[in-house]
């Protein structure tokens, strides 16, 4: 095992820091960051602007360690899911997704969740660790430079344009982890990616959001999901340590420090749960005259055991047209990567053992048996 200290740990004061405790100048960590992140270069013999002692000091101690990868798959319509191992047979996911004008990464913040969302396979299977920092960033460093050689960009030019921590977990459950992550995409001696497109999706962790404006006020998406403390409960069961009342109101006093002037709020649609025209006019109710924000709704993903539908095609619709009736900016999420279990939800469920997932736990990988089964629910 390697004992070295990984750079990908670091956002630029974290490596100054690190760099001044061996007398090491600040400029250095600037020198770093570019060939780590921009450049892709975990060698740091490579790094020739570097003084000799200085890549001699950091040869011997430190290291860019990305995660081992378990599988890479690739769908029919260009979006590429990595399982990565975290160890102690833990493994999450991330999904690179092609668009016209914009590639995304979505990001994994834990290996499990644990909050427990009645519709999600990640919060399915129990919660295993918060990953550290350079967990998170080894995701979007593979991802990037892994992409890069393969689209065949030239020089310079990024993959990566927005990053979505939409993945496994609850990001600001991990929030110490976090912020040095979001840093260091913000950097522009790294990533340089614009408050704008960097999200952070929340199942609603309140004192949280309110940090989050504090200390790195990216672009917010909250997991909303019903329209009512009673099904939200349900749903989403940190709801009822802070309900709605409590959660819109941190929402709104995020807008006077987020990069966008509205909220996303993401709505997963269940068949006959949330999805019918008494929720709509339940949702345009409870909304009214507080503040701009803009429904993204998510066909349900179905994974084996939920015992839920996706709302059929015309339910989604109609709920659509309600809110968009009502003036509210309302979109029905794409379904992507569906052929490889990369859409929402669907996340991490093939590295559970069933049985102890019954046991809410996160256990050894047991990929291939798992697989046939997800296969079959989706198209029952
Ligand atoms: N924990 C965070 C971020 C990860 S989940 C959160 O809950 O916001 C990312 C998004 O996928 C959330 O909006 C979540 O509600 C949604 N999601 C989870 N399971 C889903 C499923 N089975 N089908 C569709 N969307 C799902
Ligand atoms: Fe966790 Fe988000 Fe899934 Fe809920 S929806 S269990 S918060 S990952």
Not at 54 to 77: F, I, K, T
Not at 273 to 282: F, I, L, M, Y
Not at 314 to 328: H, N, P, T
Not at 333 to 345: E, L
């Amino acid at each position: 095992m390697n004992r070295a200290v990984n750079l990908l740990q670091f956002d630029k004061a974290g490596l100054v820091e690190w760099l001044g405790l061996a007398g090491h100048k600040a400029f250095r960590a600037r020198q770093l960051m570019h060939w780590v992140h921009q450049r892709g270069v975990a060698d740091f013999e490579a790094m020739t602007d570097l003084a000799r002692p200085l890549r001699a000091w950091l040869e011997q101690g430190a290291c860019v360690q990305a995660l081992p990868v378990l599988s890479e798959q690739r769908s029919r319509d260009g979006t590429v899911k990595w399982l990565f191992d975290v160890g102690a047979g833990n493994a999450v996911e991330s999904v690179f997704i092609p668009e016209v004008s914009r590639n995304t990464l979505c990001v994994s913040s834990q290996a499990g969740c644990a909050m427990a969302c009645s519709f999600c396979s990640t919060g399915a299977q129990g919660f295993a660790r918060n990953l550290e920092s350079s967990e998170i960033l080894a995701q979007l460093w593979w991802a990037e430079f892994t992409m890069r050689r393969e689209l065949g960009l030239p020089k310079g030019e990024r993959a990566i344009s927005n990053v979505v921590m939409m993945g496994m977990g609850e990001p600001l459950q991990n929030y110490g982890a976090l912020i040095p992550a979001l840093r260091v995409m913000l950097d522009d001696d790294a990533y340089g990616l614009s408050r704008r497109r960097v999200t952070v999706s929340t199942s609603g962790v309140v004192p949280m959001i309110d940090r989050l404006a504090a200390d790195c006020p990216v672009a917010l998406a909250v997991s909303l999901h019903a329209p009512n403390d009673a099904l939200r409960d349900q749903l989403v069961p940190l709801n009822r340590k802070y309900p709605l009342a409590e959660l819109l109101a941190a929402c709104e006093r995020y807008l006077a420090h987020a990069p966008r002037d509205f909220i996303t709020f993401e709505y997963c649609m269940l068949d006959g749960v949330n999805d019918g025209p008494e929720q709509a006019r339940q949702l345009i109710e409870l909304m009214r005259g507080r503040f701009p924000w803009k429904c993204n709704l998510i066909p349900f993903n179905p994974f084996p055991g939920s015992g839920l539908r996706r709302s059929p095609p015309q339910r989604v619709a109609a709920f659509a047209s309600m809110l968009i009736e009502a003036g509210i900016v309302a979109t029905v999420r794409k379904t992507r990567g569906d052929d490889i279990d990369a859409a929402c939800g669907q996340l991490a469920g093939e590295v559970l053992d069933r049985t102890t997932r019954r046991a809410g736990r996160v256990v050894a990988i047991a990929a291939s048996d798992a697989a046939p089964a997800a296969n079959q629910e989706r198209s029952a």
